[in-house]
């Protein structure tokens, strides 16, 4: 007898579950649960009655879910759902794609570009500056190697392909000897790229010298490595 009852009753749960399932629709609100169902009761009004698993259980159709909204996380003004750079420091500027600009195509991007307007097919460093920085002199004198000359030749092809281009070339050297002697050598080093690049047929009235001699380092003095790297020569763009 028990176990007849207890069949009935659970058939009468079942039935009543089933009727309520199909109850007109009566409240035009629901709750949206994280499984993207707006679930309402008949009886009780929009109360959640389940979100285990991918089951809606008196599921009212009338109720638009709402799409998830969009944010800017990185504010850089592009969606998030279109942003291939998330996390872009604030005030960079970015293209339609959410990443910083880079006007010059040198590879390094303008909020960390420090030599903007580099032409087209110059080699920059991380800074985005023209270095010469493996352009070799006899010692303590400013006549070329000839090892340099495949380095210099590039130089003559990014500029013939960039007409409009000038540039003031830039002699740097390391702190060993007088500030004097140093001063002389960066300008007579300059002078001789200058020298080198019209020979190649780039017009003279393009090209500008001048020699900081070792007033710019861009490594310490103290090591053979930090010397080297200041003695360079630099170009850049003018105008």
């Not at 707006?38 to 879910?65: E, M």
């Amino acid at each position: 007898m028990k176990h007849t009852k207890i069949t009935l009753l659970a058939m009468a749960g079942a039935i009543s579950l089933s009727l309520s399932a199909c109850t007109p629709t009566t409240v035009k609100e629901g709750w949206t649960a994280k499984n993207g169902y707006t679930q309402w009761h008949p009886q009780t009004g929009p109360n959640a009655l389940s979100t285990v698993g991918t089951q809606c259980y008196f599921c009212n159709g009338d109720v638009k879910v709402p799409p998830p909204v969009d944010g800017d996380d990185d504010q850089d003004g592009v969606l998030n759902s279109k942003d291939q750079c998330p996390n872009t420091p604030r005030g960079v500027k970015v293209d339609e794609r959410g990443c910083p600009l880079d006007s010059d195509k040198d590879g390094v991007t303008d909020d960390k570009d420090k030599c903007p307007n580099t032409p087209m097919g110059a080699k920059v460093n991380m800074d985005g500056c023209w270095v010469l920085d493996n352009l070799h002199f006899k010692i303590d004198k400013a006549q070329i190697e000839p090892i340099s000359f495949p380095l210099l030749d590039n130089v003559v092809m990014v500029l013939k392909s960039n007409p409009n281009v000038k540039v003031e070339i830039q002699g740097h050297t390391d702190n060993t000897g007088s500030p004097a002697h140093n001063d002389k050598l960066s300008k007579d080093r300059a002078a001789s790229v200058k020298k080198y690049l019209t020979s190649k047929g780039i017009a003279a009235n393009r090209l500008s010298t001048n020699g900081y001699g070792a007033t710019r380092p861009v490594a310490p003095n103290d090591t053979l490595e930090g010397r080297a790297k200041n003695r360079r020569v630099e170009l850049h763009t003018q105008g």
